[in-house]
């Protein structure tokens, strides 16, 4: 009996661990060869930097380029600004449809589910006509809302299952302790949301981080592109500068790094126990 | 004043009557309890009076003043969930606190009420912790103490002890009576547990199916039920009931050659098919008596003091009768019930309490 739950415990870890090191290696593959010299990253790609190969080029030539900084500073507004409204509007609308009756509520919900079944990108050309209409072609503006219109019915959908688990009696002590329907929800409701809202934001910001379509699509010039839009200035037609694309890659993971830290500190759960018996 | 008083109130959900023509008049500082089987209305109407529920037509006024269309929190009310319902990711002090700051209740105010909340409840080492370090009879007197702190007019409990285990159950239901008398609060209060209704009430409110059974003291539900749910509701064991033919003045047919020779009240009439209903504490074994009826013993249950023993009437019927220390009845043995007649209830066909 022991040695058999030994065994699947060894094959169950087998498994993760192969998955771990599959998702990892591209990873370090590309931390590794940034801190390589341009011939040893094509010389011998999967050895680890030695002394004789190890070279900081490719972090000079990006700390060095002042447009670097501000796709980076654009990345992190546009993922922090997406985050933001994603949940303050997805909160409330969640909010909204799982609290009260009303006339549209399911057919707004339907509607709302509509948004996850329907790749956003199926209406690239006609985002594009609506942006350059409202003048907001090469913003980050532009970015924002199309990334929270992307983003906000999964949050809706997500949010709504944990306002449900919200005991009904908590919203009415609240209205008997005389606090208004907003005063209950930014008070009530959301300190209670907070595990889900983190795990929204940690799935709204990584794609975010991530895509090239909308940036390329949307805010390709006019120093508004972001970090993964401006790497793309390394490479060339001709003759590509791997030491640059590699850093640029590898310091694009520590912002991301960062935010998910801080969202899974607070995907704690059991915050609402000890509320209601 | 905060006398409660509620008139023609009625509440339906779509076409599914749960409350049919109310009335309730909650005196100032009396303790009201509203007893009934799960599902007859005594929440929802516990809910109207807060204001979390819409009402459908009829009027509730508290402290003289029509609160029908107000908000819960303009009703100068506080009401006790029966699970608690305390805000889990505030402190014990904050949870008080918290309506009366949004009240804008000045500072010193604030904390001079929550501390002889705290006070009164026993609750002051316990400020700074969080809901969920606290045991349910803790958290039972945070909610009380939130209540406690609104200075309401009416306070409104909510089966506020369903949750707690049995000990703590009894313990918390003289702590409440001691709030009320210490508070000289206007309390309505519900349950589904008679035992909590004849203790802590000075009036009981039977409701049944969305109607007002019956409304008086405790003791006067226990001795003068108006109708048969009331006379089976109230008492625990429950009464016995038994269907009887009235075959001529004064006398009882049950079927299968029982019969009861007994005062029946002037309203039965020959051929009238009667319930007679007494309470298991109400009969006696082995007594010579003028009301006596003979059966044998299926199963008794003994609780120490007293237990209860289950004859079998030679008609099928089962009746349960109290047995007082340990006489000297056993299963299977054959034995005669007396009842008093004084304790004897005879309902009508309709359930009604048919009197002299």
């Known amino acids: ?277 | 004043m905060s006398e409660v008083k509620i008139e023609k109130l009625c509440k339906s959900y779509g076409p599914i009557d749960v409350l049919k023509d109310i009335d309730l008049t909650v005196e100032d500082g009396s303790f009201v309890v509203l007893v009934g089987p799960s599902g007859c209305g005594k929440s929802t109407l516990l809910r109207s009076i807060a204001g979390l529920e819409p009402v459908t037509s009829g009027t509730i006024n508290i402290g003289g003043k029509q609160v029908n269309d107000l908000p819960p929190a303009q009703r100068e009310i506080a009401m006790v969930f029966q699970s608690y319902a305390l805000y889990p990711h505030k402190n014990v002090y904050d949870n008080m606190a918290f309506g009366l700051k949004f009240a804008r209740t000045p500072k010193a105010e604030i904390d001079q009420r929550v501390s002889e909340a705290a006070r009164i409840l026993q609750l002051e080492p316990l400020l700074k912790r969080r809901p969920r370090e606290l045991s349910g009879g803790q958290r039972q007197r945070v909610a009380i103490g939130r209540a406690i702190v609104r200075k309401p007019q009416v306070f409104l409990f909510d089966e506020p002890l369903s949750n707690l285990d049995a000990a703590l159950r009894i313990n918390t239901r003289v702590e409440i009576a001691k709030l009320h008398r210490l508070l000289k609060a206007t309390i309505v209060y519900v349950t589904h547990d008679q035992v909590e209704a004849m203790t802590l009430a000075d009036k009981i409110v039977v409701m049944n199916a969305g109607r007002v059974e019956q409304t008086g003291r405790p003791l006067d539900l226990y001795y003068r039920p108006a109708n048969k749910f009331v006379a089976g509701f109230i008492g625990s064991p429950a009464m016995n009931f038994i269907d009887a033919t009235v075959a001529k003045k004064d006398y009882l047919e049950f079927g299968s050659g029982v019969n009861l020779s007994l005062p029946l009240p002037k309203s039965c009439k020959v051929g009238e098919r009667v319930t007679l209903g007494i309470r298991p504490e109400h009969i006696q074994f082995g007594a010579r008596a003028k009301i006596q009826l003979d059966g044998k013993i299926d199963i008794i249950e003994r609780l120490g003091e007293i237990g209860y023993a289950h004859v079998a009437l030679p008609n099928g019927q089962t009746i349960v009768a109290q047995v007082n220390g340990e006489p000297n009845v056993g299963n299977g043995q054959t034995v005669s019930l007396a009842l008093s007649s004084q304790q004897i209830h005879i309902f009508g066909e309709d359930g009604t309490t048919l009197t002299a």
Not at chain 1, 58 to 64: E, W
């Open chain 1, 1 to 277: 009996m022991n040695v058999r739950k030994h065994a699947s415990a060894f094959a169950v870890h087998a498994v993760l661990l192969a998955y771990t090191a599959l998702a990892l290696a591209p990873i370090i593959l590309v931390i590794m060869n940034s801190f390589k010299e341009r011939k040893a990253i094509f010389g011998s790609p999967l050895k680890p930097p030695s002394p004789s190969t190890f070279s900081l080029i490719g972090y000079d030539k990006v700390f060095g380029d002042s447009s670097i900084a501000s796709y980076y500073i654009n990345s992190i507004t546009v993922t922090g600004g997406t985050i933001f409204f994603t949940l303050l509007f997805g909160s409330m609308a969640a909010w909204a449809l799982a609290e009260y009756k009303f006339r549209w509520n399911t057919l707004l919900a339907i509607f709302l589910s509509i948004g996850i079944m329907v790749p956003i990108r199926l209406g690239s050309v006609a985002l594009i006509q609506l942006i350059a209409q409202l003048n907001l072609i090469n913003t980050l503006t532009a970015l924002i809302l199309v990334y929270v219109a992307q983003n906000i019915p999964l949050a809706v959908f997500i949010l709504s299952e944990f306002i449900g688990q919200i005991p009904k009696d908590l919203r009415e002590a609240a209205r008997c302790d005389g606090l208004s329907e907003y005063n209950i929800f930014f008070h009530i409701i959301l300190p209670l949301l907070r595990p889900a809202m983190a795990t929204v934001a940690v799935f709204t910001m990584i794609p975010v981080w991530n895509d090239l379509w909308f940036p390329l699509l949307l805010a390709p010039a006019g120093g508004k592109q972001t970090i993964t839009l401006g790497i793309q200035q390394f490479l060339g037609q001709y003759i590509t500068d791997w030491n640059s694309v590699l850093s640029a890659l590898s310091t694009a993971i520590i912002p991301v790094l960062i935010l998910y830290v801080i969202f899974s500190r607070q995907l704690i759960r059991g915050l609402t126990s000890g509320a209601v018996k």
